[in-house]
């Protein structure tokens, strides 16, 4: 797949840039206005090179693929950008996607199915801001739920949001 970037007539008409795999092409079409594209040229020439602009550019397409190949198979209240582990501080939260990526997870007949053939469910912890009077019966009757899910299925868990009290 080829990038090509072209900058806006009114800066930089004199140059366009192809870019593939680790190759760069650099085309003069028009010498006016040169020292101004000569620095964003130079800009971007840096930005590619450190790697930064490539890296992105790879983790979105990985990511976008992820959720296409999900999709069809999660449950309706279920999207594969929503987060299911919660990095502390410095850490990446780590979404549905990335989850049943990590299971190796396929869609088979609408069932999402791990690398061993189980079914995967999800199961939302019950978050509230300031709990009811019975909140600790209500966590033990989720706490069973839960445990009768993983006996049968692989359970991917999503947690209430900590930064929210």
């Not at 594209?37 to 790697?51: P, V």
């Not at 449950?75 to 549905?96: E, H, L």
Request: contains cysteine; hydrophobic residues 40%.
């Amino acid at each position: 797949m080829a990038l090509k970037v072209s900058f806006p007539e009114m800066f930089c008409s004199h140059y366009s840039l192809r870019i593939r795999a680790s190759t760069l092409w650099l085309t003069f079409l028009d010498m006016s206005n040169q020292r101004l594209c000569s620095l964003l040229l130079a800009a971007l020439i840096a930005l590619l090179l450190s790697g930064v602009g490539s890296r992105g550019f790879a983790q979105t397409q990985k990511r976008d693929a992820q959720s296409r190949r999900f999709q069809s198979c999660l449950p309706p209240d279920i999207s594969s950008s929503q987060i299911a582990v919660y990095g502390g501080p410095g850490k990446r939260n780590v979404t549905v996607g990335g989850v049943l990526a990590k299971l190796k997870a396929r869609c088979r007949k609408g069932q999402l199915l791990d690398s061993r053939r189980r079914e995967i469910r999800f199961f939302k912890m019950t978050c509230w801001g300031y709990p009811p009077p019975n909140y600790q019966e209500l966590q033990a009757e989720e706490s069973r739920n839960l445990a009768s899910l993983q006996a049968s299925y692989t359970v991917v868990v999503i947690p209430c949001d900590p930064r929210i009290p």
